[in-house]
């Protein structure tokens, strides 16, 4: 995974043992697009889908989301994608890369009343971190390993890159990804309310959590 600006580069494919199964992380590819508009989805797809009803009505997330994923720039593209494989089924996907691109992306854009309401959550972020946008499990493959395989692999790109720490954002209702991000070391640093709305499905706002990375120094 090349992430544009930084140089960095995650192995080609790292094989890690999980519950019975062995999983295959490696970069993601356009061919992935379909799957990692899919796994998207799963990750946070009625968020999307809330900011496209307030554009168009009829508009649905899956569609934007191939459109993102199969695009060459821009927070969800392949480019800035990992995939866990089973064989020959990829069953998870992590989507990562320099927090600062969000700003980029936004910048100068007019938000629509929808994506104004969700604005305390995009302002929680820390632009020097590495960012962990989504990770998602097909439901078939969660609890074997996967997620954490897909986590270790944007901690070790991250580190690569020599970013001072990963980010994510977790809605607080999320009590299993709070779970999840806790016991694999994150501390919730900035907490955002987002204000109720009878089309937005999340409650209790939004947290960024962070882990610090180790950056070992450069022999010379």
């Known amino acids: 995974m090349t992430i544009s600006g ?24 356009r061919e992935d697009s379909r799957m990692i508009a899919k796994l998207a ?12 009803r307030g554009i168009d009505p009829t508009a649905e997330a899956m569609p ?6 199969a695009a060459t720039t821009g927070i969800l593209s392949q480019e800035n994608c ?3 494989e089973s064989g020959d089924r990829i069953v998870g996907m992590a989507n990562a890369f320099p927090a600062r691109l969000i700003e980029s992306e ?8 929808r994506e104004e309401l969700l604005r305390p959550r995009v302002e ?8 962990l946008n989504s990770i998602a499990v097909l439901p078939g493959y969660r609890r074997l390993g996967v997620g954490a ?4 692999a944007v901690i070790e790109d991250g580190k690569r890159q020599l970013f001072p720490s990963v980010t994510v954002h977790v809605w607080a209702d999320n009590t299993e990804a709070v779970a999840f991000y806790f016991h694999a070391g994150f501390k919730e640093v900035r907490r955002a309310s987002i204000s109720w709305h009878p089309d937005l499905s999340r409650t209790g706002g939004s947290l960024l959590m962070m882990l610090p990375i180790e950056v070992e120094a450069e022999i010379r």
């Open 149 to 152: 395989a897909l986590l270790a």
């Open 106 to 113: 936004i910048a100068g854009l007019i938000l629509t009343e």
């Open 124 to 131: 929680l972020n820390e632009p020097t971190s590495y960012l």
């Open 64 to 69: 934007v989301y191939r459109e993102m994923a």
């Open 82 to 84: 990992i995939i866990a």
């Open 6 to 29: 930084r140089g960095g580069r995650t192995p080609a494919f790292a094989n890690k043992a999980t519950g019975r199964r062995q999983i295959a992380i490696r970069p993601a590819t």
């Open 41 to 52: 989805y799963l990750a946070d797809g009625d968020t999307l889908a809330f900011i496209l």
